[in-house]
Structure formats: C-alpha cells, structure tokens
C-alpha cells in the first residue's frame, strides 16, 4: 500500500523559515515528478511546486518562487520543501504528491497529473 506522510509543519512568525518532508512507502518513486501543493481556509488546493524525476528540474508558482526550494532524495523515496521569508498567506495545509506518469517529460502543476496523496501537514504563519 502507498502511503506518503508529510511532517515538518508548525507555527512560525512571518520572515521565518520551516522544512517540510514527505516520505513515501510502498512502493519506489525515483522515475516520477513528485510536487507540493497548498490549500488555506475557503480557497481550493493550489500548486506551489515540483521537482522533475531525476531531480534536474524544478518549477514554481509565481507567489513561491525565489523563497521556497524543492529538492529530493531518491534513495530515500523522500521530498522536501524549503520554505523561507514566509508570510501570512502562506498559511495552508500542504501536500504532497507524486506524478501518475512514468518519467514525464515535463513537470505537471495541475491536481490531476498527481495521482498519490499525503494526509498534509499544517503551516501557519503569524504576522
């Protein structure tokens, strides 16, 4: 049974930092794009970014970029999300997931090209 499980989460003031970790079991995810994604109080889940199969290559939203980093570790089936100078609105429940395709050729930022699902982990970020 796959099972991804998200940690690292917490209370932070804004201009903080957190790492949040996400280990997969079950079965190997080295051949698959795997991302993040958020979603805060009465809004839908967002993407916020992915990291290519191999590592290679990564991609963010535009309200990330230049403050968070994803990167990842294939031999412990893990990915991680570096997130600095945090702000209020990164508040959210995020979660990670991995890529349904075998080695894509790009990095997907949709819901729907993801097709496992950790639980989430809680972010808040106090002004």
């Known amino acids: 049974q796959v099972q991804l499980v998200e940690s690292g989460g917490g209370l932070v003031q804004a201009g903080g930092s957190l790492r949040l970790s996400c280990v997969a079991s079950g079965r190997t995810f080295d051949s698959y794009a795997m991302g993040w994604f958020r979603q805060a109080p009465g809004k839908e889940r967002e993407f916020v970014a992915a990291?290519?199969?191999?590592?290679?290559?990564?991609y963010y939203a535009e309200s990330v970029k230049g403050r968070f980093t994803i990167s990842r570790d294939n031999a412990k089936n893990s990915v991680y999300l570096q997130m600095s100078s945090l702000k209020p609105e990164d508040t959210a429940v995020y979660y990670c997931?991995?890529?349904?395709?075998?080695?894509?050729?790009?990095?997907?930022?949709?819901?729907?090209?993801?097709?496992?699902w950790g639980q989430g982990t809680q972010v808040t970020v106090s002004s």
């Open positions: 990291i290519y199969w191999s590592g290679a290559s990564t």
């Open positions: 997931a991995v890529d349904r395709v075998f080695r894509r050729s790009g990095i997907g930022d949709r819901e729907e090209e993801y097709n496992y």
